[in-house]
T-cell receptor, first 113, second 116 residues
Framework: GEDVEQSLFLSVREGDSSVINCTYT??????LYWYKQEPGAGLQLLTY?????DMKQDQRLTVLLNKKDKHLSLRIADTQTGDSAIYFC?????????????FGKGTKLSVIP | GAVVSQHPSWVICKSGTSVKIECRSL??????MFWYRQFPKQSLMLMAT?????????EQGVEKDKFLINHASLTLSTLTVTSAHPEDSSFYIC????????????FGQGTRLTVV
């Protein structure tokens, strides 16, 4: 089945850029997502990218997609302490009516003041 | 953005009892709702997909008689954990997808279930 992999931890200093990486196996993925989860809370959609795009930028967030290598990254510029959370990469397949998401295990981002 | 509300946020119940968790889309109609389970320090595991007015589709390994899902309206889906046991303790999260062509699903805030 589909698989999504992420590194489990990332630690950066406040003000630096954070880059969270994700790899996936489903070559038919249509959309790829980044979600943020703060402690004890649900998931907040940060951004998503369609599979025919290479890059998407939204304020401090930049998503890069290398479809050939099935590699997705999320760059957070000027990382703040409020960015500390778990970030999940997710992919959506292309099956008819498929809106199910497959999630990675999440990357815990710790921002050091 | 669209809002999905889950209730309750946390619940403690005795072993053997049943617990109902509600998932509501507050400002949009959700044709499809998804129920996920999240174990500590783990990813979200899809349990089932429910479409309004029809039976839920359960993922392999999920007991449909234990996790009852009802999606009776376009704004409400419920998950009932029947005869709960301590191993059912987990964080349950729902998400809802709006009718039409919007690509993203919106998530509830999750329900922490503790069975004692």
């Amino acid at each position: 089945g589909e698989d999504v992999e992420q590194s489990l931890f990332l630690s950066v200093r406040e003000g630096d850029s954070s880059v969270i990486n994700c790899t996936y196996t489903d070559s038919s993925s249509t959309y790829l997502y980044w979600y943020k989860q703060e402690p004890g809370a649900g998931l907040q959609l940060l951004t998503y990218i369609f599979s025919n795009m290479d890059m998407k930028q939204d304020q401090r967030l930049t998503v890069l997609l290398n479809k050939k290598d099935k590699h997705l990254s999320l760059r957070i510029a000027d990382t703040q302490t409020g960015d500390s959370a778990i970030y999940f990469c997710a992919e959506r397949g292309s099956g008819a009516g498929s809106y199910q998401l497959t999630f990675g295990k999440g990357t815990k981002l710790s921002v050091i003041p | 953005g669209a809002v999905v509300s889950q209730h309750p946020s946390w619940v403690i119940c005795k072993s053997g009892t049943s617990v109902k968790i509600e998932c509501r889309s507050l400002d949009f109609q959700a044709t499809t709702m998804f129920w996920y389970r999240q174990f500590p320090k783990q990813s979200l595991m899809l349990m089932a997909t429910s479409n309004e007015g029809s039976k839920a589709t359960y993922e392999q390994g999920v007991e449909k008689d234990k996790f009852l899902i009802n999606h009776a309206s376009l704004t409400l889906s419920t998950l009932t954990v029947t005869s709960a046991h301590p191993e059912d303790s987990s964080f349950y999260i729902c998400s809802a997808r709006e009718m039409g062509v919007r690509t993203e699903a919106f998530f509830g805030q999750g329900t922490r279930l503790t069975v004692v």
